[in-house]
């Protein structure tokens, strides 16, 4: 797992992360000024969760940081095969597609809150959680974050 956040292909999507965020919410992701790869590296190892998914039919989940991954007990490859509707119980999953089409249509919604699941079946509660949309440099959509600090098992 160490210096998954060095790949050419992470770094691009970390700088979409932060520049995305600012975009739709006026805040910086991680404040500070960080070139590139100092800007992966802190956004991998913040004390926060940061994930991710593309613009697939049924999204897969195509970042996550350290606290994500432990949050969710995968690997990097595990998280990146995983459709992104799978880190919510079945009948949580309608809401959770209703929390993503206003985000589409808002471009970012904060304070949500609701109840996940990791692999190995262990649920906790997230909550003041930010999603927003994510563009590349030319404005185009491609794919949807969230960040949240504060999570309970339950």
Known sequence: MTGVWQRREIIAHSACLARSFRRFTGRELLPGLF???????NLFD???VIVSHGTEADPVLNY???AALKLWEMTWEELTRTPSRLTAEAPVREERARLLAAVTEHGFIDDYSGVRISRTGRRFRISRATVWNL???QGEPCGQAATFGEW???
Do not use: I, K
């Not at 070139?35 to 590296?41: D, E, T, V, Y």
């Open 64 to 66: 996550g940081n350290a």
């Open 152 to 154: 309970e098992h339950v």
């Open 35 to 41: 070139n590139p790869l100092g800007l992966a590296r």
């Open 135 to 137: 563009v590349t440099e």
């Open 46 to 48: 913040a004390p926060f």
